[in-house]
């Protein structure tokens, strides 16, 4: 994990909850809890909240649950993939481009993916963590409306993810007032 105490408070807030819905491998679970001890020292206090009782919960379902409900949540719905253009499949064209403005906005500020498609939630919060607070607020309002089908989607759905994505939204808007 990289040194999130140089960083400001609104890029240790994405960049903990990225990790958080990230892949639950190996490394995943031996990071957990320094992503809980970083998350307590965060500011403002909700997301610090939000986030260590995330991890609690992780903890307390444990590894091999808690990977189902990740797969099954995450690989197996088209509703709730962190894939944010394949929520909108019935444009292709619209979709394309969309992943095309996500991908744009990688190399506009000196990133480029290997592993991942541009379109990946965890790696667009990676990402808006990197750069400065107005482009973070860019990069964040233009997936707002995907977070916000997808945080819809999570409370149907009564999962625990719903809480990381209010804390994204609550990000979203507090750099839009920044802005």
């Known amino acids: 994990?990289?040194?999130?105490?140089?960083?400001?408070?609104?890029?240790?807030?994405?960049?903990?909850?990225?990790?958080?819905?990230?892949?639950?491998?190996?490394?995943?679970?031996?990071?957990?809890?320094?992503?809980?001890?970083?998350?307590?020292?965060?500011?403002?206090?909700?997301?610090?909240?939000?986030?260590?009782?995330?991890?609690?919960?992780?903890?307390?379902?444990?590894q091999k649950e808690y990977e189902e409900l990740y797969v099954r949540t995450f690989d197996f719905s088209q509703n709730t993939n962190l894939y944010l253009t394949m929520h909108d499949r019935t444009d292709f064209g619209k979709q394309s481009n969309e992943m095309l403005r996500y991908k744009e906005m990688f190399l506009q500020n000196g990133f480029d993916l290997e592993k991942e498609l541009p379109d990946y939630l965890p790696a667009i919060l990676e990402l808006a963590a990197a750069v400065p607070k107005k482009e973070s607020g860019r990069i964040l309002n233009f997936a707002k409306g995907k977070v916000e089908l997808l945080r819809s989607r999570m409370i149907e759905a009564k999962l625990a993810y719903a809480f990381l994505l209010d804390v994204v939204l609550t990000e979203t808007a507090g750099l839009e007032v920044a802005s």
């Open 1 to 62: 994990m990289v040194d999130l105490q140089k960083r400001e408070p609104y890029s240790r807030v994405l960049s903990l909850t990225a990790y958080l819905l990230g892949y639950p491998d190996k490394d995943w679970w031996e990071g957990l809890d320094e992503v809980r001890s970083l998350a307590a020292e965060l500011q403002p206090r909700q997301a610090s909240q939000v986030l260590t009782d995330f991890v609690d919960y992780v903890k307390e379902l444990g």
